[in-house]
Structure formats: C-alpha cells, structure tokens
C-alpha cells in the first residue's frame, strides 16, 4: 500500500500524460468514423495480384493459416482473401503472398508488377500505405502439367 | 411522466427505441449508394437486441445525452474507388434518418467496412 503510494508520488513531474489523438477522430470530428476490415485489405490485394500477367494463383498458406482461413469461412469471410495474409496497423499495411508463377514469365518483373499494382490499389481504395509486400513464390505452372496432373482416366482402380 | 419532456417514449421504454433506432440506420444503410448489404455475422457479430427481436449489423449506443451508431456493411466499390469516400453517403444517410426519427441531432456514426464486394464480380 505505502509503497504504491510512494511510487505515485514519485512520478517525475516532467511526464506528461496525454490523450492519445486518433487518426479517426482527427479526420472526422465527431461524425464518426470508418474501419476497414483486414479481410477488406486482403481481398483488394488478393485481386491486385491475380490481375498481373503472369501470376498463375495465389495459394492457400500453411497450417496455420489454412486454420484462420477455416475460421474465415466459418465467419463469412471469401475465397478471393484467401492465401493472402495482411497485417494493417493505423496508416500502414503489410502483404503476404504465395504464388504460382506461370512457367516463362520472368519472376522479378512479374513481382515488380505485383508490389506495384498492390500497393497502388490498397492505397487508393484504403488510404493505407503498402510498407512490404512479401511474395513467395512456391511453384512454376506450365501446361503440361495439367496433362500429367488431371488424367482422364480415372485413377481409382488400385486394386480390384 | 411530464418530467422528461425531452424523451418521453425513450424513457419508457429504452429497448424498443433502441430497436427502432436500429430498424431506421438498417433502411437507411441499404438505401444508400455503393451498400451490398448489412455485413451482419450469426456468431456474436454486433447487433442490437430488443424484445424479441435481434437487427444485426448495427449497434446503438447513447452516450452524453446522444444516440451514436456503428453500422457493420458489405460495400459494392469498383476497382481504384476510395472506400472511405464511398462510406460518406451511408454516414449521412443513416445519420439523416435516424435524426427524422428521433428528432435530435445524432452522435458519432461509425461505418465499419467489414468486406467488399468488386463490381466487376457477378452478385
């Protein structure tokens, strides 16, 4: 008891305690304010990428983002979010991608093209500033892949 | 009764103000420019509960002797479009027709954009 009081009493005078000034209450007075979900960030870049030649898919994330993404679909969140992982703080926003780049296209460029087109979009249509954005890329899709992949044949007759 | 003139039906009876409070930013909100609809979520998203009745999608909140809103959408938005610019109408829009209902100046109106809809995409 004695010893809280003491510290209190021993706050330098010089701190100064101040109310924290929020974007939102700057931008809007009192009329209130807008939040943009995460999901709303990941889906805007979720479409800024697929837009780019090149970039054959965006793939699902690993465990623990397949269990989020569960939990997206659970809660009503889409498909176009998915494999897109954003963390947006106040002003900026941070996005991660795993791709499937078509076989041929040059990986630097088409990741130029993505970093470009992402952050031109979230910017525009959220305000918020792209500071990374961070692309995996985990395959090459080529055509013929389709064919060995997809056989026409049904493939279940291991045993009979 | 006499002794709160300012707002009588309020004082009688808060919940179902507040359920008609709610029911007026709902229409207002789906009237508005640019709303897919009310981003309402089954699981405890945020909601206003009266007797017997739930409207989803909205929360109503008086503090300092004013109503204040948060409305929860789905907004239909093209590509590049600024999505705060396009959460100004409904900000004014429900604002509007919650201040017809209660015929007093209304709060803070918060626009939550839950998710997005593009509009080269089918419904």
Not at chain 1, 90 to 107: M, N, P
């Given at each position: ?45 979720g479409?800024?990428t697929r837009?780019v030649s090149g970039v054959h898919e965006i793939v699902t994330q690993g465990v623990?983002s397949a269990?989020?993404g569960l939990?997206?679909r659970?809660?009503?969140?889409e498909r176009s979010?998915q494999g ?13 991608l795993r791709i499937v780049v078509d076989y041929g296209a040059?990986i630097?460029?088409v ?25 995996d890329v985990v395959d090459l899709f080529t055509a013929e892949e389709t064919v060995t992949s997809q056989p026409a044949v049904a493939p279940q007759r291991r045993v009979e | ?120 995409e089918g419904?």
């Amino acid at each position: 008891m004695s010893e809280l009081e003491q510290r209190d009493t021993q706050l330098p005078p010089e701190v100064e305690i101040r109310p924290t000034v929020t974007r939102e209450a700057d931008q809007a007075r009192d009329l209130g304010r807008t939040t943009i979900a995460d999901l709303v960030v990941a889906k805007i870049a979720g479409r800024a990428t697929r837009e780019v030649s090149g970039v054959h898919e965006i793939v699902t994330q690993g465990v623990g983002s397949a269990i989020s993404g569960l939990a997206q679909r659970v809660t009503g969140g889409e498909r176009s979010a998915q494999g897109v992982n954003v963390d947006v703080g106040e002003h900026e926003a941070a996005v991660d991608l795993r791709i499937v780049v078509d076989y041929g296209a040059s990986i630097p460029q088409v990741a130029d093209a993505i970093r470009r087109n992402v952050s031109s979009r979230v910017r525009a249509m959220t305000g918020l500033t792209v500071k990374e954005v961070n692309i995996d890329v985990v395959d090459l899709f080529t055509a013929e892949e389709t064919v060995t992949s997809q056989p026409a044949v049904a493939p279940q007759r291991r045993v009979e | 009764m006499n002794a709160a003139p300012d707002a009588p039906d309020e004082a009688a009876d808060p919940l179902r103000a507040d359920i008609a409070i709610a029911r007026a930013a709902v229409s207002a909100t789906r009237a508005a420019p640019g709303v897919e609809r009310l981003a309402t979520s089954v699981l405890g998203g945020a909601a206003t509960y009266g007797r017997g009745e739930v409207v989803r999608g909205v929360t109503v909140r008086h503090e300092r002797g004013a109503v204040h809103l948060e409305v929860h959408v789905t907004m239909r938005i093209a590509d590049a479009h600024d999505l705060r610019a396009a959460a100004e109408p409904v900000r004014a829009s429900v604002r509007h027709a919650v201040e017809q209902l209660t015929a007093r100046p209304v709060g803070r109106v918060d626009i939550a954009i839950d998710d997005v809809v593009f509009e080269s995409e089918g419904a």
